[in-house]
């Protein structure tokens, strides 16, 4: 099996509060591949954000890694400088965030914005840059791209900028882009093309993503694989089809079900009781057991890994083979 | 979706939040909140402090004129801080003088942000023409320095009322002039605030309820915006009591008859250069003394409270 | 005289357009008459009592404007409104008692609920403002019956809003609008600012409501699974205009206009993996200067040089009504 393009194992998040230290994001280990979109999902507060924060090294205190190891081809990112660091983004790894209007300078055009970019990572003269900038803008969807190279962000809409934010991420074509709730602020229609052009980009240029959001729809249409996240914990990974078709982790299937479909009605919608825990208030054993319908005598007082749970791997008891988890957790120990 | 969020939703209340907290861990603020007090207390208790009632013409004993600091003079008084060119001791002329400085200062700052506040609500919520007519106002008088304003109004009074009148008004025409030169910072930030919370949705909430709007703006705009008038008001008393001691020394401010700080400086202010230091240092160190105080203790609650307000 | 006819809310041709601000210098040198945005342009609505009309469409369609008219934060530049019988146009008639039977609930959780009460006064204002209950501990004992109703405790009235969740504040917020025993309940996209679990509990808790006491609601919403959920009517706005309006069964399963039609195709269902879909052409264009004839032509497959010329009428096709050049009368 080729080796995974970036790979996170056991990575920890404190944040640092007037009260203590809280845990915002617990053990999270993945991998994506090259080429492949690994969507992670979550409610508000789950710490997917500060994984992708993490992965990119964009934490502000009082957010600190404290724990982990992030490899990306092989090699260690997480213990780098900050000018280490400063080169690695947007050469070997492009973001793309939610809010369009501040991810663009507002005083610089987009031609400048983009042309900036690339004559900071690569070897290109001032007009091979702008060159190519007219090129990705072309790419992206945005119509007359040779004259929107010297539009300011305000000319442009919602949509149109979210793009000009796309072209930035790959114009130094990086082998890993994080993108975190890149359609939440835009229109459905607007979503479809932006969600579209992504795709499309990728596919072109086996670029892996790791996409960050909380919209289970956009996940069903282009991930290949989803981590669900829950508290600061991955507690369900596996492929795209076994977590939308058939999830193990009662959360999972909880959230699944609560989702409004088109083709449902006259029925009221099936809920989990309760709310996502606050930081510092995180359950002992399971942090899913106080709304789990499925809880067992053992999930408030051990914690579960991550293990096989039929198509996907899951952090609960009920799942996994019991046996199975028991040899996983010794073997941690050991 | 926020950090703040996860950890604590909304705003804390003040007496769980940052403030307090970072209160104690700062020497600065400490230092200046206790002189503050201590400077406030003593003036304040000047009638019961002082050795000598300086407001009393019968306290002040010629032959002692011009003595300096830490001097017993010719009939038998012990003056800590020497005395002025009538007699009066130095030390208890300044704490009454301090507490006339105080009281004036606070008066008009409190004036103005009545005024200034008073304002800002009506114009911020109800805009249209009323709130373009005070903020044409406000800006003209921007352009003016405050102590021109004040010496306007002091000059038009006296031109108009007659001299016993006027110095029997001289304070609370004083505490108007500066108060009058002093509102619009409040009404401009006070204003900006309402915009502000008029479009959000709790404020909408009552407009569907039916709440009428003068009982929107006192209960519910009101309560949100007076953190922001707090921090003000701290800065600005330092302003209002320099401001007051600068009209003093003009000889625009209080009356004679009860000296601020700023009118016993004036006074010492001939004496400087033939040695007697004492008659204007002394009232000027605890105007310093003062001012700085409240300074240190504003910038320290401005700076506290911006983080705060920044990240809600 | 309450109106108890089977309507209780009908608009007919409301238009609200807003002035674009500008220094009032620029306006005296320029000659041209001042911008206006066309936020809503002639939209004509019933509502059936207990039933629930929910409003679509994108950001800047207007959906939202309508609402804050309706409930008398706007004044309409023109159109009638007829709320239980009375006229809810003129600005006077915001004293009207009949209002209080018109309440409604915001979007946003955390800017709902003023910060610095408690929320038993929260709740408890409709009542004290429009004096249906007397008496400190006849108002407390309501509040408690309030806060239970939306599933929370009366041990909450002591507590500030800042010491709950989003779900549980739009709850207090969902308490607060029936303290004033309402009859009508605008929602203006009530759960967007909700995680989906809590989304779920909201909606859940809406429709008991509604069966419980017979409510009537306006949602007004861009997500479309949500209406399939809760709307019995749906209306589709593009640009200001309703152009399409039926039951919600046939707009969201057969939906005759071209814009609905891309619509629905656009919306990410968990349900459909990576299907082809029908691309949207280009942007929803600006509202200070909407397009001549239909609003939608430039964007529209199915365009004429008609839909440029003319706007289109409602036509009924089966039981709703569509505004489209392309559709034939049924």
């Not at chain 1, 954000?49 to 092989?74: D, K, Q």
């Not at chain 3, 009366?154 to 779900?167: E, L, V, W």
């Amino acid at each position: 099996m080729a080796e995974p393009l970036l790979s996170v194992r056991n990575l920890r998040v404190e944040i640092a509060t007037r009260r203590g230290t809280l845990l915002a994001v617990d053990d999270a280990s993945f991998d994506i591949a090259e080429g492949e979109v690994l969507g992670v999902v979550g409610e508000s507060g789950a710490g997917k954000s500060i994984t992708g924060g993490a992965i990119i090294g964009l934490l502000e205190p009082p957010l600190r890694h404290v724990g982990g190891e992030i490899r990306l081809a092989g090699r260690r990112i997480d213990d780098l400088d900050a000018e280490a660091m400063r080169r690695l983004r947007g050469r070997h790894i492009g973001a793309i965030f939610q809010d369009p209007l501040t991810s663009l300078n507002p005083l610089m055009t987009v031609g400048r914005q983009l042309v900036q970019t690339m004559i900071a990572h690569l070897d290109l003269s001032p007009r091979e840059a702008r060159a190519r900038a007219a090129q990705l803008l072309a790419e992206v969807g945005l119509p007359a791209a040779q004259e929107r190279l010297d539009s300011y962000p305000h000319e442009l809409s919602g949509g149109m900028r979210q793009r000009v934010v796309l072209a930035l991420a790959f114009c130094c074509e990086p082998q890993l882009i994080i993108a975190d709730e890149p359609t939440t602020a835009l229109d459905v229609s607007v979503q479809a093309q932006v969600i579209e052009v992504l795709r499309r980009m990728c596919r072109e240029r086996a670029t892996a993503v790791m996409l960050i959001t909380h919209d289970m729809g956009v996940i069903a249409e282009i991930a290949d694989h989803i981590a669900v996240m829950y508290a600061g914990r991955i507690i369900e990974i596996g492929r795209a089809e076994a977590i939308l078709r058939a999830p193990a982790h009662p959360y999972t299937r909880g959230l699944m079900a609560c989702i409004p479909s088109m083709h449902r009605r006259y029925r009221d919608l099936p809920q989990i009781e309760g709310s996502m825990p606050r930081l510092d208030a995180i359950p002992s054993g399971c942090a899913f057991h106080p709304r789990c319908p499925s809880r067992l005598p053992r999930c408030d007082r051990e914690r579960p890994v991550l293990a096989p749970a039929g198509a996907t791997q899951s952090a609960c008891w009920l799942t996994a083979a019991c046996d199975q988890m028991q040899d996983i957790v010794a073997a941690r120990h050991a | 979706m926020s950090l703040q969020a996860t950890i604590q939703p909304g705003a804390p209340r003040w007496w769980e939040g940052d403030l307090p907290h970072d209160f104690v861990r700062s020497p600065v603020a400490l230092v200046a909140a206790a002189s503050t007090l201590l400077i406030v207390a003593v003036a304040m208790g000047a009638g019961l402090i002082a050795p000598y009632d300086s407001n009393d013409p019968a306290s002040a004993n010629v032959i002692d004129a011009r003595l300096p600091p830490g001097s017993s003079g010719m009939t038998g008084h012990y003056y800590l801080l020497g005395t002025d060119p009538q007699g009066r001791d130095m030390l208890s002329a300044i704490l009454f003088g301090t507490r006339m400085s105080l009281m004036v200062g606070a008066s008009s700052v409190l004036l103005a942000a009545l005024i200034g506040i008073v304002l800002g609500l009506v114009c911020g919520y109800f805009r249209g023409l009323l709130d373009a007519i005070v903020m044409r106002i406000a800006d003209v008088q921007l352009g003016f320095p405050a102590i021109l304003i004040a010496l306007l109004i002091d000059g038009i009074t006296r031109t108009v009322v007659d001299r016993a009148t006027h110095d029997r008004l001289a304070i609370p025409v004083l505490v108007v002039a500066i108060a009058a030169s002093f509102w619009v910072q409040y009404a401009r930030t006070v204003r900006g605030l309402v915009l502000v919370e008029r479009g959000k949705e709790y404020v909408l909430a009552a407009m569907v309820t039916g709440v009428s709007p003068l009982r929107i703006i006192a209960s519910h705009i009101r309560p949100n915006v007076m953190g922001s008038v707090l921090v003000i008001g701290t800065i600005n008393l330092a302003l209002a009591i320099l401001t007051e001691a600068t009209l003093s020394f003009l000889g625009v401010g209080v009356p004679p008859t009860q000296p601020s700080l700023g009118s016993l400086v004036r006074i010492g202010n001939e004496f400087l250069f033939s040695g007697d230091w004492w008659i204007s240092i002394c009232p000027g160190a605890m105007l310093v003394a003062l001012c700085l105080s409240v300074n240190l203790l504003g910038d320290w609650l401005r700076d506290a409270l911006n983080p705060r307000l920044s990240s809600g | 005289m309450l109106d108890l006819g089977a309507d209780i809310l009908c608009v007919q041709g409301l238009t609200k357009r807003f002035a674009v601000r500008r220094p009032w210098v620029m306006q005296a040198i320029s000659r041209q008459s001042r911008p206006m945005v066309h936020a809503v342009e002639d939209v004509s609505l019933v509502i059936d009592r207990g039933t629930t009309f929910a409003l679509v469409g994108e950001s800047g369609c207007g959906k939202s404007t309508i609402a804050r008219c309706i409930a008398g934060i706007l004044t309409p530049t023109a159109g009638t409104m007829t709320f239980m019988g009375a006229d809810i146009m003129a600005r006077r008639s915001r004293r009207d008692p009949r209002r209080r039977h018109l309440q409604m609930i915001f979007q946003d959780p955390y800017a709902s609920l003023n910060p610095r009460w408690r929320v038993g006064r929260i709740i408890a204002e409709p009542i004290v403002t429009h004096r249906l209950i007397t008496g400190r501990g006849r108002i407390e004992a309501r509040t408690a019956e309030l806060l239970m109703l939306v599933g929370l405790v009366p041990q909450d009235a002591r507590k500030y809003p800042h010491q709950f969740s989003g779900g549980q504040r739009q709850r207090i917020s969902i308490a607060r609008a029936l303290a004033s025993e309402p009859a009508f309940l605008i929602c203006d996209e009530p759960t967007s600012a909700l995680d989906v679990s809590v989304q779920a509990q909201i909606l859940n808790l809406m429709r008991g409501l509604q069966r419980q006491l017979g409510l009537s609601y306006l949602l007004i919403s861009h997500n479309l699974a949500v209406v399939a959920h809760m709307a019995d009517r749906v209306g589709v706005m593009y640009l200001g205009r309703l152009v399409e309006w039926g039951a919600a069964q046939d707009v969201l399963e057969r939906p005759q206009h071209p814009y609905t039609r891309m619509l629905l195709d656009a919306v990410p269902d968990v349900g459909t993996r990576r299907e082809r879909r029908q691309p949207f052409k280009g942007e929803v264009p600006s509202p200070i200067q909407p397009p001549s004839g239909c609003a939608f032509h430039p964007r529209c497959p199915l365009a004429e040089a008609r839909c440029a010329r003319e706007r289109p009428h409602p036509v009924a096709v089966g039981a709703g009504w569509v505004a489209c050049h392309a559709v034939k009368k049924s």
